[in-house]
C-alpha cells in the first residue's frame, strides 16, 4: 500500500499539472520557488524581476492579483486535493509595493475546505524572516469540482 502524499508532495504535483496548461503561471510564476507546505498551509518565494512590475516601476496589480489566485489553489491542494477548483471570489489589497530585485515571500492557508467551496488566505511579504512587510493581503473563494461532478459533466 502507497503512502499518502505529503502536503508538499501534493502541492508540487498540483503546480507541475497546472503550470503546463496557463501561459500567465508561466509568464509571471516561472521563477517561484515552493518553500514549505502544511497540511493547509504553502510558503513561496518569488524574486520580483522586470516582468512584474508596472509603468512605476512597482510590483503590477495584476501579478499580486494572479499570485493571489495561484496561492490559493495551492494551498488547498496542500490539503490532498487533486483539483483545486475555480475561482469564484478574489479579494487583495495593496498595502504597500516591491520593485525588482526584491524577494516576496508568499503565505497561503486554508481557512475552510468544504464539499464544494473552498476558502483562503494569501499574504504576500517583501523581503524574508523578521524583516518582512505586507505588500499585499488577500481572501481567495474557490469552487471545488470534485470527480464525481466531473464524470457526469463528461
Given at each position: 500500500m502507497?503512502?499518502?502524499?505529503?502536503?508538499?508532495?501534493?502541492?508540487?504535483?498540483?503546480?507541475?499539472?497546472?503550470?503546463?496548461?496557463?501561459?500567465?503561471?508561466k509568464l509571471?510564476l516561472?521563477?517561484?520557488?515552493?518553500?514549505?507546505?502544511?497540511?493547509g498551509?504553502?510558503?513561496?518565494s518569488?524574486e520580483?524581476?522586470d516582468?512584474h512590475?508596472?509603468?512605476?516601476?512597482g510590483?503590477?496589480?495584476?501579478?499580486s492579483?494572479?499570485?493571489?489566485?495561484?496561492?490559493?489553489g495551492?494551498?488547498?491542494?496542500?490539503?490532498?486535493?487533486?483539483?483545486?477548483?475555480?475561482?469564484?471570489?478574489?479579494?487583495?489589497?495593496?498595502?504597500?509595493?516591491?520593485?525588482?530585485?526584491?524577494?516576496?515571500?508568499?503565505?497561503?492557508k486554508?481557512?475552510?475546505?468544504?464539499?464544494?467551496?473552498?476558502?483562503?488566505?494569501?499574504?504576500?511579504?517583501?523581503?524574508?524572516?523578521?524583516?518582512?512587510?505586507?505588500?499585499?493581503h488577500g481572501?481567495?473563494?474557490?469552487?471545488?469540482?470534485?470527480?464525481?461532478?466531473?464524470?457526469?459533466?463528461?
Open positions: 502507497a503512502a499518502s502524499p505529503t502536503p508538499l508532495e501534493s502541492v508540487q504535483a498540483c503546480w507541475a499539472r497546472i503550470s503546463q496548461g496557463s501561459p500567465i503561471y509571471v516561472s521563477d517561484v520557488v515552493l518553500v514549505s507546505a502544511e497540511k498551509s504553502m510558503v513561496a518569488l520580483v524581476t516582468k512590475i508596472n509603468s512605476k516601476k510590483l503590477h496589480g495584476s501579478v492579483a494572479t499570485i493571489v489566485d495561484w496561492a490559493g495551492m494551498a488547498i491542494a496542500s490539503t490532498g486535493l487533486e483539483k483545486t477548483g475555480v475561482s469564484t471570489d478574489i479579494h487583495v489589497s495593496y498595502v504597500s509595493s516591491a520593485k525588482v530585485g526584491d524577494t516576496l515571500t508568499i503565505e497561503a486554508v481557512s475552510r475546505v468544504g464539499t464544494n467551496m473552498g476558502f483562503t488566505t494569501v499574504t504576500i511579504y517583501k523581503g524574508e524572516g523578521e524583516n518582512k512587510s505586507v505588500v499585499v481572501t481567495h473563494s474557490k469552487y471545488i469540482l470534485r470527480d464525481r461532478e466531473a464524470s457526469k459533466s463528461s
